[in-house]
């Protein structure tokens, strides 16, 4: 069972920057896929960006598409995800999410293990 640990959160002024990690304790991890969501007071959970398990392909939510990156380093059983352009509306917690298995999935349900989230706050 992988263990994921997300951290990089913080607060920022609209127009900065952020990049988030997400470490996991699998040695395997090149074996899961990635996702990224975002959850904001009073309001569902929100698919942000995926990355499947070899890196060679990525998907976003359209609210973040052109300012949010995705990426991981499977050798060192990491995720990323660079948050530029930040906006008030992007402030919420973020978590990570894996689980084994090919393709990119932007569902919750499809995601085995989470993280507890990182707190991002973009004030105007």
């Known amino acids: 069972q992988v263990q994921l640990v997300e951290s990089g959160g913080g607060s920022v002024q609209a127009g900065g920057s952020l990049r988030l990690s997400c470490a996991a304790s699998?040695?395997?991890?090149?074996?899961?896929?990635i996702g990224w969501f975002r959850q904001a007071p009073g309001k569902e959970r929100e698919f942000v960006a995926a990355i499947n398990r070899s890196n060679t392909a990525t998907k976003y939510g359209d609210s973040v598409k052109g300012r949010f990156t995705v990426s991981r380093d499977n050798a060192k059983g990491a995720a990323y995800l660079q948050m530029n352009s930040l906006k008030p509306e992007d402030t919420a917690v973020y978590f990570c999410?894996?689980?084994?298995?090919?393709?990119?999935?932007?569902?919750?349900?499809?995601?085995?293990?989470w993280g507890q989230g990182t707190q991002v706050t973009v004030s105007s």
């Open positions: 699998e040695r395997a991890f090149s074996t899961y896929r």
């Open positions: 999410a894996a689980t084994v298995g090919g393709g990119l999935s932007y569902s919750s349900p499809t995601y085995n293990y």
